[in-house]
């Protein structure tokens, strides 16, 4: 079992920087693809980035060169540094772990290979 606890959202003005956090519980943290995800009001749950267990990260098209997300196995944590934001990245962010190995060979940014989610954390980006 893992859970997983999301900070740092909040409301920003467009261009600002938002760095969100996600702390996990379990001892095989290291072995899961951390991903996060968002959604926006009457929209799907979209893929954001993903970082598999060695560190190789994978971004959405609308957030490469903007996004940064980063793991730390010894804490337990994997972030999202989110620079230059936008008023469409207004959503709940996600954090999921996956178990499956498919996640780290290609699948990272379905939302069904991965086991777990926290419960969400709100950024919204005013103009």
């Known amino acids: 079992q893992v859970q997983l606890v999301e900070s740092g959202g909040g409301l920003v003005q467009a261009g600002d920087s938002l760095r969100l956090s996600c702390a996990a519980s379990?001892?095989?943290?290291?072995?899961?693809?951390m991903g996060w995800f968002r959604q926006a009001p009457g929209k799907e749950r979209e893929f954001v980035a993903a970082?598999?267990?060695?560190?190789?990260?994978y971004y959405a098209n609308s957030v490469k060169g903007r996004f940064t997300i980063s793991r730390d196995n010894d804490q337990n944590t994997v972030s999202l540094q989110m620079n230059r934001l936008k008023v469409e990245d207004t959503a709940v962010y996600y954090c999921?772990?996956?178990?499956?190995?498919?996640?780290?060979?290609?699948?990272?940014?379905?939302?069904?290979?991965?086991?777990?989610w926290g419960q969400g954390t709100q950024v919204t980006v005013s103009s």
């Open positions: 379990g001892r095989t943290f290291s072995r899961y693809v």
């Open positions: 999921a772990a996956s178990g499956d190995p498919f996640a780290s060979s290609g699948g990272y940014f379905l939302t069904r290979v991965y086991d777990y």
């Open positions: 970082v598999t267990w060695n560190g190789v990260r």
